[in-house]
């Protein structure tokens, strides 16, 4: 469907902004791909008009930190901690993804999380070894019709190739307005020098990019927000992944300079990495999103990272645990804000671009949940309730099934990726 005007009509709709609201019996207008209207019997002249009777619509999930190639290795780091992780995934199984391999895991994670509800991710690619890595990873995101920030990540067995990031910028990525723009994703000073930092973040600085990278994980912590301040690196626009080991000044400086954080729960747990920090954000300031991270040993699906998220702050000190509300929150605008996009997507408010999924609320394990909507949403919802998904008014999945038109040719080509990399050896 590519109707310049759509009427969703007579939905259980749920805005996020300025906190999650649940509106019944209530009409969502869209037209040139954007939000225009939000009420009670909107006019529907000139519209396609979709019945949203026995639909929650919400906002689009904004998933703020993935590794989208390891589409094709998944669950094959389930059993292990983060350095046993880095070694297989990484230092074993990463290096031998050719630019095909790349580019069909990249698709196929990214129709994966359209398919769930996920209309944008910060794919932060770090398996991009020669050029055509890349030019495959962003032609697969291009795609695949999602909304992405492509962040140009570094392998751990190498450094990164500064020249080859200024030709995807130049060349590849350059509309800061598309459905598809681009970040720097290098190491950070917890895997790295300080003069390869330092390089790095100059390079941000030249081409206009923000910067996302993981920080204080477990064993390899240490004080990183206080080194980047120490050699004047705070004022690039920066996305902190992890940080479940940083002290409270830290989270305090990231506030302070404009930082946003991205939390991992599912893998944070799986991985050993620490104890949950998106309470501690939160209270600290700082804008918080929520990431799938790797699908090698968690879902790649919203639902299940956003009850993970509710649980893990079960376990901190009441003053840092979450709501649904707050989860919902970060699925949604705080992920959106997280990236930068916030302007654009991550709420039901007129103006931003219609990015909406649809979620069946007549199937059995959502079936009373209209008594509280959003509740249903974070601890009830799983993506096969996922009826219909929009990203900047285009239809890319309607009556529960993806619109993409090469479905079957994404799935061989995976498997054929999988086959070839092999497992854990």
């Given at each position: 469907?590519?109707?310049?005007r759509?009427l969703?009509?007579?939905?259980?709709?749920?805005d996020?902004?300025?906190?999650?609201?649940?509106?019944?019996?209530?009409?969502?207008?869209?037209?040139?791909?954007?939000i225009?209207?939000?009420?009670?019997d909107?006019?529907?002249e000139?519209?396609t008009?979709?019945?949203a009777?026995d639909?929650i619509?919400?906002?689009g999930?904004?998933?703020?930190?993935?590794?989208?190639?390891?589409?094709?290795?998944?669950?094959?780091a389930?059993?292990?901690?983060?350095?046993?992780?880095?070694?297989?995934?990484l230092g074993?199984l990463?290096?031998?993804l050719?630019?095909?391999?790349i580019?069909?895991?990249?698709?196929?994670?990214?129709?994966?999380?359209?398919?769930?509800?996920?209309?944008?991710?910060?794919?932060?690619?770090h398996?991009?070894?020669?050029?055509?890595?890349a030019?495959?990873?962003?032609?697969?995101?291009?795609?695949?019709?999602?909304r992405?920030?492509?962040?140009?990540?570094?392998?751990?067995?190498?450094?990164?190739?500064?020249?080859d990031?200024r030709?995807?910028?130049?060349?590849?990525l350059r509309n800061?307005?598309?459905?598809?723009?681009?970040?720097l994703?290098?190491?950070?000073?917890?895997?790295t020098?300080?003069?390869?930092?330092?390089?790095?973040?100059?390079l941000?600085?030249?081409?206009?990019?923000?910067?996302?990278?993981?920080?204080?994980?477990g064993?390899l912590?240490m004080?990183?927000?206080?080194?980047l301040?120490?050699?004047r690196?705070?004022?690039?626009k920066?996305?902190?992944?992890?940080?479940?080991?940083?002290?409270d000044?830290?989270l305090k400086?990231i506030?302070?300079?404009g930082?946003t954080a991205s939390?991992?729960?599912g893998?944070?747990?799986?991985?050993?990495?620490?104890r949950?920090?998106a309470?501690?954000?939160?209270?600290?300031?700082?804008?918080?999103?929520?990431?799938?991270?790797?699908?090698?040993?968690t879902?790649?699906?919203?639902?299940?990272?956003?009850?993970?998220?509710?649980?893990?702050?079960?376990?901190?000190?009441?003053?840092?645990?979450?709501?649904?509300?707050?989860?919902?929150r970060?699925?949604t605008?705080?992920?959106?804000?997280?990236?930068?996009?916030?302007?654009?997507?991550?709420?039901?408010?007129?103006?931003?671009?219609?990015?909406?999924?649809?979620?069946?609320?007549d199937?059995?394990?959502v079936?009373?949940?209209?008594?509280?909507?959003?509740a249903?949403?974070v601890?009830?919802?799983?993506?096969?309730?996922?009826?219909?998904?929009?990203?900047?008014?285009?239809?890319?999945?309607s009556?529960g099934r993806l619109?993409h038109?090469s479905l079957?040719r994404?799935?061989?080509?995976l498997?054929?990726?999988?086959?070839?990399?092999?497992g854990?050896?």
């Open positions: 469907m590519t109707d310049t759509i969703l009509r007579n939905g259980h709709v749920i996020t902004e300025p906190e999650p609201v649940a509106r019944p019996k209530t009409d969502v207008l869209i037209e040139g791909g954007r225009t209207a939000v009420g009670r909107l006019p529907a000139g519209a008009v979709v019945d009777t639909r619509v919400l906002p999930f904004v998933d703020t930190h993935r590794h989208v190639w390891q589409s094709a290795l998944r669950s094959a389930v059993d292990v901690d983060l350095a046993a992780y880095l070694g297989l995934v074993r990463g290096p031998r050719g630019p095909q391999d580019h069909a895991a990249t698709l196929a994670g990214a129709l994966e999380g359209l398919d769930s509800g996920i209309t944008t991710l910060m794919d932060f690619s398996a991009l070894h020669t050029p055509e890595h030019d495959a990873a962003v032609d697969a995101l291009q795609a695949a019709g999602l992405a920030v492509f962040g140009y990540g570094f392998p751990l067995t190498g450094f990164g190739n500064h020249d990031v030709r995807i910028r130049a060349e590849r800061d307005d598309a459905l598809v723009t681009m970040a994703a290098p190491l950070g000073p917890s895997y020098p300080i003069e390869v930092v330092t390089d790095d973040w100059r941000a600085a030249e081409l206009d990019l923000s910067v996302t990278f993981h920080v204080s994980a064993p912590a004080r990183p927000v206080s080194i301040r120490e050699h690196l705070l004022d690039v920066a996305l902190y992944v992890h940080g479940n080991s940083l002290d000044d830290e400086l506030a302070d300079s930082g939390v991992t729960p893998t944070e747990a799986m991985l050993g990495i620490g949950p920090v309470g501690r954000y939160r209270r600290a300031g700082v804008t918080t999103g929520l990431g799938v991270d790797a699908v090698t040993s879902p790649g699906d919203m639902f299940s990272l956003m009850r993970a998220a509710l649980i893990a702050s079960q376990v901190t000190d009441g003053a840092a645990r979450l709501s649904v509300k707050d989860v919902l970060m699925a605008l705080d992920g959106a804000a997280a990236l930068g996009l916030a302007d654009r997507i991550g709420s039901l408010r007129p103006g931003k671009q219609a990015d909406v999924i649809l979620l069946r609320l199937d059995l394990n079936l009373t949940a209209d008594r509280d909507p959003i249903a949403v601890t009830a919802a799983h993506p096969q309730n996922v009826d219909t998904v929009l990203v900047a008014g285009q239809v890319v999945k009556d619109t038109g079957v994404t799935a061989d080509a498997r054929a990726t999988a086959a070839a990399v092999g854990g050896n």
